[in-house]
């Protein structure tokens, strides 16, 4: 999915000059400021993520807490 983006020329010029050291493209840093940012609140990333999320909030799949009456 494609999804413009504008920045500053400033901010622009430094992502530049950080992905030319890096020898990365734009595109790889947002990708990983993406990710990380999805990461600092708490998101999945992928699919596996957003499944494996899912089955802890179900209360069945909890290991090692049975209820025992």
């Known amino acids: ?26 595109q790889e840093l947002a990708d990983e400021a993406f990710r990380d940012l999805l990461k600092k609140h708490g998101r999945p990333t992928n699919l596996k993520d957003a499944l494996r999320q899912s089955l802890r909030s179900i209360p069945a799949n909890d290991r090692g807490k049975s209820k025992k009456a």
Do not use: G, N, P
């Open 1 to 26: 999915m494609r999804k413009i983006i504008e920045f500053d020329e400033a901010s622009y010029s430094a992502l530049k000059l950080l992905a030319s050291d890096r020898t990365s493209s734009i």
